[in-house]
């Protein structure tokens, strides 16, 4: 029997019961700033340091001890197993809980907090610690400066071109823990809905805006994700 093709988009809301705040949480700002004044290139330009302090502390909050994969992100790696490349899962979270839960195929369109890229070659390494404008690639000679591994606004999400063609190729999308606020990720429900694709939403809130999903399941996502994920898993997918 032919498994159907699942693509599932993650947003800040399926790492909030694993204490990282979604950016609605603090209505959008840290520190004072809005984060759409801190997440940008300008930022990172006229004022490098506090956009490095910005993503070197949340580089930091997410390896305390506290900070585990909760059961919504553990149900997603159990799909994966199930889906194999039939699952394509999408996440805006720059975040690694996903993969510490276990899935090992992750688009992260946003970037990742846990990798640092360097601003001459692009080439990007993994990066646990804290850096700044006077910590140096190992790629260039005379050696460049790193900046976070993050897709800011104004800048182009990455795996465009193969998520488009996993939503528009599959029989279920599924959006978890995503306000629909920010494109191109916010467009991706309507894209399904348009190309005949049966769209679900899991979040914490009711039906907030989303004129294009079939169903809606409310609740946190450490109750839903798992509940939703097993019912899949047990109709074959
Ligand atoms: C692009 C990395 C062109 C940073 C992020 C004007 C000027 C300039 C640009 C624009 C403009 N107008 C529109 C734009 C485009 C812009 C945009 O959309 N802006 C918004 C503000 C209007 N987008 C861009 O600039 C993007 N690039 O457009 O390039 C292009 C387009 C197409 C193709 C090629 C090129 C780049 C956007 C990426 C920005 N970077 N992240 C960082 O993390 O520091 S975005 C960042 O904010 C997150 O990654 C995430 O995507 C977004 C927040 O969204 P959510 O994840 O949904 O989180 P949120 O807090 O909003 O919602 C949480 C949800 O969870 C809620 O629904 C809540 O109910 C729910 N929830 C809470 N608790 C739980 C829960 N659900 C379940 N269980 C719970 N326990």
Same mark, same amino acid.
């Given at each position: 029997m032919n498994q159907r093709k699942v693509v599932v988009l993650t947003g800040a809301?399926?790492?909030?019961?694993?204490?990282?705040?979604?950016?609605?949480?603090?209505?959008?700002?840290?520190?004072?700033?809005?984060?759409?004044?801190?997440?940008?290139?300008?930022?990172?330009?006229?004022?490098?340091?506090?956009?490095?302090?910005f993503y070197n502390a949340?580089?930091?909050?997410?390896?305390?001890?506290? &900070?585990? *994969?909760? =059961?919504?992100?553990?149900? +997603? /790696?159990?799909?994966?197993?199930?889906?194999?490349?039939?699952l394509t %899962?999408?996440?805006?979270?720059?975040?690694?809980?996903?993969?510490?839960?276990g899935s090992q195929q992750v688009l992260h369109m946003h970037g990742?907090?846990?990798?640092?890229?360097?601003?001459?070659?692009?080439?990007?390494?993994?990066?646990?610690?804290s850096f700044d404008a006077t910590t140096a690639c190992t790629c260039c000679q005379p050696a460049n400066q790193l900046r976070p591994d993050i897709v800011w606004f104004g800048e182009t999400p990455m795996f465009m071109d193969k998520i488009i063609v996993a939503v528009t190729q599959a029989d279920l999308f599924i959006a978890?823990?995503?306000?629909?606020? &920010?494109? *191109?990720? =916010?467009?991706?429900?309507? +894209? /399904?809905?348009?190309?005949?694709?049966?769209?679900?939403?899991?979040? %914490?809130?009711?039906?907030i805006h989303h004129p294009y999903f079939d169903e809606h399941r409310q609740g946190p996502a450490g109750q839903v994700v798992p509940q939703f994920i097993d019912e899949l898993i047990q109709t074959n997918a």
């Open positions: 809301g399926v790492s909030a019961e694993s204490g990282l705040k979604t950016f609605r949480d603090s209505n959008g700002l840290w520190e004072q700033h809005r984060v759409e004044e801190v997440a940008t290139p300008e930022a990172f330009q006229t004022n490098p340091e506090l956009v490095y302090r949340r580089r930091q909050q997410l390896q305390e001890p506290d &900070v585990q *994969p909760n =059961a919504a992100h553990q149900a +997603l /790696a159990r799909l994966e197993q199930h889906l194999g490349s039939n %899962l999408v996440t805006q979270n720059v975040d690694d809980l996903h993969e510490r839960a990742q907090l846990m990798s640092a890229r360097c601003v001459a070659s692009g080439i990007r390494r993994p990066f646990t610690r978890i823990g995503t306000s629909g606020q &920010v494109y *191109p990720a =916010a467009g991706f429900a309507q +894209l /399904a809905h348009e190309s005949g694709v049966r769209t679900v939403e899991l979040n %914490l809130e009711p039906d």
